[in-house]
């Protein structure tokens, strides 16, 4: 085979995973759903949604604008509890 057609075969298997755990998730949803959890029904639904689209963003060879903005909001945090929490003391 031709070095494209392996990479349509990886891709073709990406987007079958990626439909399985589409499928499962939306059906935990469903039941969730019937069996009157609405919370449970939204969460599942929104994992389902994430599975279909998601990409490897935590991987050292993806750059992604995710990774800085969840840092920069870690940072955040830690400054205001510097500032604004009393420390703890032994």
């Known amino acids: 085979m031709l070095d494209h057609e392996n990479q349509d075969v990886e891709l073709s298997e990406a987007i079958g995973i990626r439909l399985r755990r589409g499928r499962s998730w939306l059906s935990k949803a469903r039941k969730a ?3 009157g959890d609405p919370d449970s029904h939204f969460i599942f639904s929104w994992i389902a949604f ?3 689209y998601g990409k490897a ?3 050292e060879d993806v750059v992604s604008e995710e990774i800085a903005d969840f840092k920069g909001f870690l940072g955040a945090v830690e400054k205001a509890s510097r500032e604004h929490l009393a420390p703890i003391r032994k």
């Open 57 to 59: 963003r935590y991987r």
């Open 50 to 52: 994430n599975a279909l």
């Open 33 to 35: 759903g019937a069996a």
